[in-house]
């Protein structure tokens, strides 16, 4: 048997071997594209790679009823069998019953809460609804980073994923602008401890979305107002949007 030759093979390339792992990291990064309102956008999507669909039913501009989103969720069945995005609601300090309301007309998958909602609230909405919870932490552009371990470590095992956003003092939720990225890399360390994924929202565009991705191998990441133009969702922003992530 002839034995294998391997003195000719190269030795791999550092900077090869980077790429491979930054690209690797952004294709199981999950997307979520929120703030839907309308339906022909929404079709115009399919099949675009993207995780979640975002639905506001808090106080906002992009606020829509129950039954619009229902409408909206039933779009999500045209997407290939395989492919079709999860739907979140986002909410402000709502009550149990505000949700199961809105769960009767819009068959959510997620409850994404953004207010001041203890871990006792989460838990129940998980159990008595039967859907995901996603937790916001809202942080301020200049805000000092605080004891982010007890800050989580309250909500282990009461929720499913953390989501980093800009805190908007007049609605309460997300603000569309970016906070100090270099706050990410605590949260993560604890998340990651913890396998509970994070997401990061705030100011993400297809500018600076590979640049946020190079820096921080999230699970996921969350986009508003960076695929609008005048307000109004923009389906030339959101395709690259999804790219620009999975580049």
Avoid at 32 to 49: A, N, T
Avoid at 92 to 108: G, Q, T
């Amino acid at each position: 048997m002839n034995k294998q030759n391997t003195s000719a093979v190269p030795p791999l390339n550092d900077s090869l071997v980077k790429e491979d792992k930054e690209s690797s990291s952004k294709a199981q990064t999950k997307i979520k594209i929120c703030g839907l309102q309308s339906v022909e956008v929404l079709k115009s999507m399919i099949p675009l790679p993207v995780d979640y669909i975002g639905f506001v039913f808090a106080r906002s501009k992009r606020q829509v009823t129950p039954h619009q989103a229902g409408e909206l969720i039933s779009v999500l069945q045209q997407w290939p069998e395989g492919q079709r995005p999860q739907s979140a609601g986002v909410f402000v300090n709502p009550d149990l019953d505000e949700l199961a309301s809105v769960i009767r007309e819009a068959s959510l998958d997620i409850i994404q809460l953004h207010g001041n909602e203890t871990p006792e609230f989460c838990q129940q909405v998980r159990n008595t609804l039967g859907v995901q919870v996603f937790k916001v932490i809202s942080l301020s552009h200049n805000q000092q980073q605080s004891d982010t371990a007890a800050q989580l470590e309250m909500y282990k095992g009461t929720v499913d994923a953390f989501l980093l956003d800009t805190y908007d003092p007049l609605y309460g939720g997300g603000s569309g602008k970016t906070f100090a990225w270099e706050q990410i890399h605590a949260y993560h360390e604890w998340t990651a401890a913890h396998h509970i994924p994070l997401f990061v929202a705030g100011g993400l565009n297809p500018e600076n979305v590979n640049t946020l991705l190079s820096g921080y191998p999230l699970e996921g990441i969350d986009v508003s107002s960076g695929v609008e133009t005048d307000g109004t969702k923009d389906i030339a922003k959101i395709k690259s949007f999804v790219e620009r992530a999975r580049a």
